[in-house]
């Protein structure tokens, strides 16, 4: 069965540091997506992905956030100076389509800031 | 705006007990997709039923049912006869169906823990 693979699963870094997560999307899947989960806390959307653009981005995906699809696989975050507060458990998934379709999740990427 | 309501913070049953988690949500849209999602302890997000607004049908698969109902704008899940595996948080999640709403509005979560 496909699925959303990401790397690293464990990510340690000193605040300031920049990061970069990794994710392979489902190869037929469309759209593409990133999410975050603060520990004990609820999912939060960052960002979609669609046709080489951003597609729509929330509150939290500030100037400090960029997304690339650098080649026909992968899809990846970077956070160019990271903080404190930006450790979480970070998500990737993937869509075929927009709106009347279930996204798929990733196994996340537990960033911890130092 | 939109919003997704999950009153119950956590909720622990005994082994074969019946159990219903509630969701409540808001849209001001009128075709809008509701979602259930299960993250066990491992903590990776699995998918387990996408509803559509139009579509008020409930849903059995297996030990699993959803009740739908729009006149009251909820989307409860039901696990009968629970089982240890069960336990895990469950995620309600809606997205409106409009332009600039690619992105999942996930409630809090319900922690469920199904004791032996």
């Known amino acids: 069965e496909p699925e959303v693979t990401q790397t690293p699963s464990h990510q340690v870094t000193q605040m300031g540091q920049e990061v970069i997560l990794r994710c392979v999307p489902i190869?037929?899947?469309?759209?593409f997506y990133w999410y975050r989960q603060i520990l004990g806390q609820k999912v939060e959307f960052l960002v979609s992905?669609?046709?080489?653009?951003?597609?729509?981005k929330s509150e939290i995906f500030d100037d400090q956030f960029s997304v690339e699809r650098p080649d026909g696989s992968n899809f990846t975050l970077k956070i160019r100076s990271t903080k404190l507060e930006d450790s979480a458990m970070y998500f990737c998934?993937?869509?075929?389509?927009?709106?009347?379709?279930?996204?798929?999740f990733g196994q996340g990427t537990r960033l911890t800031v130092v | 705006a939109q919003k997704v309501t999950q009153a119950q913070t956590e909720i622990s049953v005994v082994e074969k007990e019946d159990v219903t988690l509630d969701c409540v949500y808001e849209?001001?849209?009128?075709?809008?997709?509701l979602f259930w999602y299960k993250q066990p302890p491992s903590g990776e997000l699995v998918f387990l039923i996408r509803?559509?607004?139009?579509?008020?049908q409930n849903e059995i698969s297996g030990r699993y049912s959803w009740n739908f109902q729009k006149s009251t704008s909820s989307f409860n899940f039901t696990i009968t006869a629970s089982q240890v595996v069960d336990s895990a948080v469950y995620f309600c999640?809606?997205?409106?169906?409009?332009?600039?709403?690619?992105?999942?509005?996930f409630g809090k979560g319900t922690h469920l823990i199904i004791q032996p």
């Open positions: 998934a993937s869509s075929v389509e927009r709106g009347n379709t279930e996204a798929f």
């Open positions: 190869s037929n899947h469309l759209y």
């Open positions: 992905f669609y046709n080489n653009e951003i597609s729509e």
């Open positions: 849209t001001r849209d009128t075709t809008y997709y």
């Open positions: 509803r559509n607004s139009f579509d008020e």
């Open positions: 999640a809606l997205r409106n169906s409009g332009g600039g709403a690619d992105g999942l509005t």
